[in-house]
């Protein structure tokens, strides 16, 4: 077991005994009869059906207990989530982005579940998300639903042609931009649809050797794809330099739009299936996009440079795990249970979202989104499987790098700078 995970592992300024960590991964040898279970979900993805569903579930199973779900952000993560957890007060269910959950694990944040790893569906579960959860042969974190992003468009904006290569692509997205239209919706810091175009071209984010490893964004493989990136920036969009993507979906709705590359599981906020935006956060909230646009809405997967591929995209994805520090692990254990059922994940699926389980994906909707994400995920990445990537993303050292890209800097220049960062993180 990794050293971090042995008897003591310093978070911040506490300090979290861990010699029960090891094996079932036992914490508290009791826990209350009676209380409160606190649930942390990120963002809007996770349906209000499954929401519900959880949380009637719990508390029918187990009496004299009721069941929370706070929603957090993925800021919140990378912010607040480890000072969270290593307190006194730590919530006892957390959800974390796929690329995050061996971090918490190797800092002892997540109680090991290995033990319930067949009760939560054993040879079901999805392996990538497994993957993403396993650490030091223990599962720390477990599949809850994975996704991948797609380009949605609608015939009123770009027409009747699509792109059947990355060039393709570029090019009728430079054709379609004016003053106030993206072709390619493409703000400066949203690096997920930034790695296709270096994944396509060859690059990688960095590879490992032995026990070193070396950032590759510099390589010339992957200056290539961000060169392409470069002139998406410069003349196939009108997308904020210094913004995210979470606007994307208010701006195609507004046919601003062209090619909206995006998660599948959004197609609900563009026909209006759920409302999307943080009015709380000053954002504009969106009900949908027209009726002319929704009935019309189409979906592909990205191509890629010859014609017939897919351009690699990063396989999104969530997992959940239990706190260490939750009073009441065995009840955390239980919800956890439900959120891997069938009942639960199927929810899920409905809502678009590849579910955390195999047999629930027959409930996904036979929609284009669905077929276009199922064609994306058959040549799918993730992030390098270090511990310390947390603290890449955390850092915001890529779309930083993007931002200076998108502003016309030396892409080879920014590119070994880049590497230079990411290194000094993985390598410390």
């Known amino acids: 077991m990794n050293k971090k995970l042995g008897a003591l592992a310093l978070v911040g300024a506490s300090a979290v005994v861990l010699a029960g960590c090891a094996g079932g991964g036992e914490a508290a040898p009791s826990e209350p009869a009676t209380g409160d279970l606190t649930v942390w979900l990120v963002g809007a993805d996770t349906p209000q059906t499954a929401r519900d569903y959880l949380k009637e579930t719990f508390e029918e199973e187990n009496d004299g207990w009721t069941l929370t779900i706070e929603e957090k952000t993925w800021a919140d993560v990378s912010d607040t989530y480890e000072a969270a957890l290593s307190s006194n007060d730590a919530p006892d269910v957390v959800e974390v982005g796929n690329t995050q959950a061996i971090g918490f694990a190797d800092k002892g944040l997540f109680l090991d579940i290995s033990d319930i790893q067949e009760q939560l569906g054993g040879d079901d579960l999805l392996p990538g998300l497994v993957e993403a959860g396993t650490y030091d042969g223990s599962l720390w974190a477990a599949p809850y639903y994975a996704g991948g992003r797609v380009v949605f468009y609608t015939p009123q904006i770009v027409g009747d042609t699509l792109p059947t290569t990355l060039e393709d692509y570029v090019a009728l997205g430079t054709d379609l931009t004016t003053a106030t239209v993206s072709g390619i919706y493409a703000p400066g810091r949203d690096w997920y649809n930034a790695l296709p175009y270096v994944w396509a071209n060859g690059g990688e984010i960095a590879v490992q050797d032995g026990d070193t490893w070396d950032a590759q964004f510099g390589s010339a493989e992957s200056v290539k794809g961000l060169e392409m990136l470069q002139d998406v920036y410069e003349n196939a969009t009108v997308a904020p330099v210094d913004g995210n993507e979470r606007l994307g979906n208010i701006a195609f709705c507004a046919g601003e739009v062209g090619f909206l590359s995006t998660p599948a599981w959004a197609e609900g906020n563009l026909t209006g299936a759920w409302p999307w935006g943080d009015e709380a956060a000053g954002e504009e909230v969106s009900n949908g996009c027209p009726d002319t646009y929704a009935k019309d809405l ?28 939750s009073d009441a692990p065995g009840k955390a254990k239980a919800a956890l249970e439900i959120m891997l059922s069938s009942g639960y994940q199927e929810l899920l699926a409905a809502q678009g979202l590849v579910p955390g389980i195999k047999s629930a994906a027959s409930a996904l909707p036979d929609t284009d989104s669905a077929k276009a994400q199922a064609e994306a995920l058959a040549n799918s990445k993730f992030t390098p499987a270090s511990p310390n990537w947390g603290e890449v993303e955390a850092a915001q050292i890529i779309p930083d790098a993007l931002v200076r890209i998108a502003q016309g800097e030396d892409v080879q220049t920014v590119a070994d700078e880049l590497d230079q960062q990411i290194e000094d993180i993985l390598n410390k």
């Open 298 to 325: 189409g979906a592909f997967a990205l191509p890629g440079l010859e014609e017939g591929e897919t351009a690699p995209i990063f396989a999104g994805g969530s997992n959940v795990a239990v706190a260490y520090k």
